[in-house]
């Protein structure tokens, strides 16, 4: 009876340290969050009412559709004034969790009825009277190391802010993985965060006109702060080191950087 009892007394604290154990590791090896996917549209304008007509679409159809279907943030951003393509293109980001989610956004506009009267005019416009010359869709997937979007956050006014949307491009898909690489496993992402570059995405371009080529957006508070910013950077000692690594040397062909304002209407 005394060997049952104390067998019986040890049962539960067993069981509740058991339990406390198995909770304090409750997430331990969880699968890493999944890579995002990213679609940059890039509008081509001529003249400053088709300017104000794309404006007037995204502000009051485009991006209110995007919320209703499940994409909370989306970015439109503009050339900074002293860019010579400021009043010709307007960039539209548009983050999605999944491949899927991607796929199945043209069937979520077209059965979107308010979308269908509020873009009406735009997306019917007559063939002579269009609004936009042309437009381009770029398909990213996010790096392994920055799987998700992330929003910036700045309290200086909008037109105050730089967005920097950058593109490298390489000569050979394998100096493209290669510089992915650096981005990744050799710390450049790293490197950036420790540097409070404050990073909206990194991502590989799937599906695009400059392949084989990865996008980036660093921002900053306003156009002091990037130079600041990028002065630290350059002279850095973790950025001459990672430089000057032989296995990085010539993964970048050309690198192409877009100085961006948000937009009033933008989400972030």
Known sequence: MMKKSISSNFRLPFLALLFLITASFKGFGQAPAKQEYFEIKIYRVSQK???????????????????RA???????????EADTAFGKLIYVFIPFKTIDQFMQLPELLEKDKVYAVIGKSFVDAAYNDPPYKRYESILLKAFMNMPQFVAPRFTTPIAERIYELRSYESATEAKAIKKIEMFNQGGEIALFGSLNFNAAFYAEVLVGSHKPNLMYMIT?????????????????????????????????????????????????
Do not use: C
């Open 49 to 67: 009412s088709q300017e104000d007509r794309v404006d007037a679409y995204l502000k009051d159809a485009y991006l209110p559709v995007l919320h």
């Open 70 to 80: 499940g994409i909370p943030i989306v970015g439109v951003f503009k050339p900074v």
């Open 220 to 268: 900053f508070s306003d156009m002091k702060s990037h130079d600041d910013h990028w002065a630290v950077f350059r002279a850095s000692e973790g950025w001459k080191t990672l430089s000057g690594k032989e296995e990085y040397k010539n993964t970048v062909s050309k690198a192409n950087p877009y100085l961006l304002h948000p937009t009033s209407y933008s989400d972030f």
